[in-house]
């Protein structure tokens, strides 16, 4: 059941050993375990590790997008961080994976806590993270997509309605195709709530 499923270190390892030099390697498992370390003993109202939600995203990028772009990868680990309510700060992702991957994750963290109000309208991570927030921000709504049913803090068709409004309807005209799959599997998963 995909709900149950998360991306493994070593599985991770297998999957960028032979794509990136070692020091990004490393680098790579390093965003790995800090993320692992951040939501250890940390569960969503449906008792399911958050982690898992953390690896599929980046499994989604990895497998389903075929990007080999280690600082997407990286803030794909780390998106929530901020958000979350971690011990990990601006400081230690700067220093760790450098500014673009913290001005990713402080991006997406805005976009997160953006989304929940209900005056939001999406355009700060269009205007400011670009196509590679948009990128890690609607893997991480596709993962949601998938598991919405077992989620219990999301209403689906009201969610839906919401990543439709601010996000689906604004990308028709992006010419990215990592996007355009995203916004086509986020599409099927919708219509299947609809059904």
């Known amino acids: 059941m995909y709900y149950h499923t998360f991306l493994g270190k070593?599985?991770?390892?297998e999957r960028i050993a032979k794509s990136f030099e070692p020091t990004l390697v490393t680098k790579i498992i390093s965003a790995y375990e800090l993320a692992e370390n951040a939501y250890i003993n940390k569960y969503r109202a449906d008792k399911m590790p958050i982690f898992y939600h953390i690896t599929r995203v980046c499994k989604?990028?990895?497998?389903?997008?075929?990007?080999?772009?280690?600082?997407?990868?990286?803030?794909?680990?780390?998106?929530?961080?901020?958000?979350?309510?971690?011990?990990?700060?601006?400081?230690i992702i700067s220093f760790n994976f450098g500014y673009y991957v913290t001005f990713l994750v402080d991006t997406l963290t805005d976009d997160s806590i953006d989304f929940k109000n209900s005056k939001f309208d999406g355009k700060s991570l269009f205007e400011v993270a670009g196509e590679d927030g948009l990128i890690i921000r609607l893997a991480e709504i596709l993962d949601?997509?998938?598991?919405?049913?077992?989620?219990?803090?999301?209403?689906?068709?009201?969610?839906?309605?919401?990543?439709?409004?601010?996000?689906?309807?604004?990308?028709?005209?992006?010419?990215?195709?990592?996007?355009?799959?995203?916004?086509?599997?986020?599409?099927?998963?919708?219509?299947?709530?609809?059904?």
């Open 60 to 91: 989604i990028l990895l497998d389903e997008l075929k990007l080999q772009e280690p600082d997407l990868i990286i803030a794909s680990l780390l998106h929530d961080v901020f958000v979350s309510k971690t011990d990990i700060n601006h400081s």
């Open 10 to 13: 070593d599985e991770l390892f």
């Open 144 to 195: 949601e997509m998938r598991c919405i049913e077992y989620n219990t803090e999301i209403l689906p068709i009201p969610y839906y309605t919401k990543v439709s409004k601010i996000y689906l309807s604004r990308i028709e005209k992006i010419n990215n195709s990592s996007i355009q799959y995203l916004a086509d599997e986020i599409k099927k998963e919708g219509n299947r709530l609809l059904q």
